[in-house]
């Protein structure tokens, strides 16, 4: 049985290389309109580069349809303006990867309390923003799909960064508590 996404809009944070590139290649690959959400910085968050737009013409050279946006996850008024022009767009707005993240790869020892602050702001209240943003419209069409993407790093003891286990741990209660 295949799924298919015909017909769906899918946006997907995080999206311009890694995991969040292979959940937005095949989510058009299955007919899903996407948006490809990415600032296109490293994976400490820093810089900026147009790799959004390359997955979106990775998805039209295939046969896709598919937007970019370089909204920050970190910014609640960017991601209405998001989902905004997803509606305007194709109509709706289907299904949610909250995939953006980054890393401050520093113990808590090493850490300044501005990386620990990114972190958290980035994983937990990005995903937190992105979903709100979604939320209204996904409960208007009766119908809505919305995927944490995290890692084990806030669900043990291993050696990860501080604020990356405090952020993921976070992330995961968002999506036990805050999705019925």
Known sequence: MTISFKD???IVTGAGGGLGKAYALELARRGAKV????????????????AALSVVEEIKAAGGEAMSNGGSVTEYAQMVEMVAKAKEAWGGVHI????AGILRDKT????????FELVVKVHLLGSAYATKACWETMREQNYGRILMTTSSSGTGRQFRPDELRRGQAGHRGLGQDALP
Request: aromatic content about 4%; glycine content about 12%.
């Open 8 to 10: 769906k809009v899918a």
């Open 35 to 50: 948006v490809v959400n990415d600032l296109g910085g490293s994976r400490d968050g820093t810089g900026h580069s147009d």
């Open 108 to 115: 808590f020892a090493k850490m300044e309390p501005e990386d």
């Open 96 to 99: 949610l990867i909250n995939n």
